[in-house]
């Protein structure tokens, strides 16, 4: 017999939606990050087009972290806190003294094929459980950033 939790769905699907959901968190961290050092250390001859962008990235993932946070702790669990906890949980890996442009856009995109997997994997299984609060989450997520999948990869052609 199915137990309910407090907004409705089974405990069970909620319990692994929230341990997918720290997982995507745990990586949004480390995605963070990454793009506060890409935005300090970016140099060259793009520096302000690329300083901006990477504002913008990491400005999102603020957003988008505490988003996830509020979603697993919507679900009724409580979401990882702590940045060992963050290095064990994510697969995305911490970029050190990168500066150039290019490279910092091939961390971008490889980050993404990370986040894109974990999204889609969330999408199905709040579809499978009635969860319409997570599976929107990811859905705005998703086509967000194959959007920025496109345009980044289509940067690295041009330049």
């Known amino acids: 017999m199915s137990q309910i939790n407090r907004i409705g769905l089974d405990k069970n699907a909620s319990a692994l939606l929230a341990e997918k959901l720290n997982q995507l968190l745990a990586n949004y961290q480390l995605f963070y990050i990454n793009s506060r050092e890409f935005h300090w250390n970016i140099t060259g001859d793009k520096f302000f087009e690329l300083h901006l962008k990477f504002?913008?990235?990491?400005?999102?993932?603020?957003?988008?972290?505490?988003?996830?946070?509020?979603?697993?702790?919507?679900?009724?669990?409580?979401?990882?806190?702590?940045f060992?906890?963050?290095?064990?949980?994510a697969s995305i890996h911490v970029a050190?003294?990168?500066?150039?442009?290019?490279?910092?856009?091939?961390?971008?995109?490889?980050?993404?094929?990370v986040l894109l997997p974990i999204e889609r994997e969330l999408l199905e299984m709040s579809a499978e459980s009635g969860d319409e609060g997570t599976n929107a989450l990811m859905s705005d997520y998703i086509r967000e950033q194959e959007k920025l999948v496109w345009m980044y990869s289509a940067y690295l052609k041009n330049s």
């Open 55 to 82: 504002e913008e990235l990491y400005n999102d993932s603020f957003l988008k972290i505490d988003e996830i946070a509020e979603r697993i702790l919507t679900l009724g669990y409580t979401p990882l806190h702590s």
């Open 84 to 89: 060992e906890d963050y290095m064990a949980h």
């Open 96 to 113: 050190k003294n990168v500066s150039d442009g290019k490279a910092c856009i091939q961390e971008i995109l490889k980050s993404y094929a």
